[in-house]
């Protein structure tokens, strides 16, 4: 089983950066992919970015593109979140997840981490 582990969320102003890590450990897969997800106060959990593992391709939520970038560093196999420009709007409980195939949901989670924007 994957196990995914976060850091570097925290309180920051508008306008601030923060970078987010999610390292993972257990099997290698021939196909995985990551995912930075939020949750906010009386809204839906919204898939922000996402990467595939072996080609780097990336999306990106309309809210954060332009601001946010994902990343990924395979021999550390952790992945990341640079987050920049943030707005208070960005607020939110955020997690990592991971998958082993691109057409299935996401299986593994990360603790979460909250990120605070104030304004």
């Known amino acids: 089983q994957v196990q995914l582990v976060e850091s570097g969320g925290g309180l920051v102003q508008s306008g601030g950066s923060l970078r987010l890590s999610c390292a993972a450990s257990?099997?290698?897969?021939?196909?995985?992919?990551m995912g930075w997800f939020r949750q906010a106060p009386g809204k839906e959990r919204l898939l922000v970015a996402s990467?595939?593992?072996?080609?780097?391709?990336?999306a990106y939520a309309n809210s954060v593109k332009g601001r946010f970038t994902i990343s990924r560093d395979n021999a550390k196999k952790t992945g990341y979140l640079q987050m920049n420009n943030l707005k208070p709007e960005d607020t939110a409980v955020y997690y990592c997840?991971?998958?082993?195939?691109?057409?299935?949901?996401?299986?593994?989670w990360g603790q979460g981490t909250q990120v605070t924007v104030s304004s």
């Open positions: 997840a991971a998958k082993t195939a691109a057409s299935i949901p996401y299986r593994y």
């Open positions: 257990g099997p290698t897969f021939s196909a995985f992919y």
């Open positions: 990467i595939s593992w072996s080609s780097g391709a990336t």
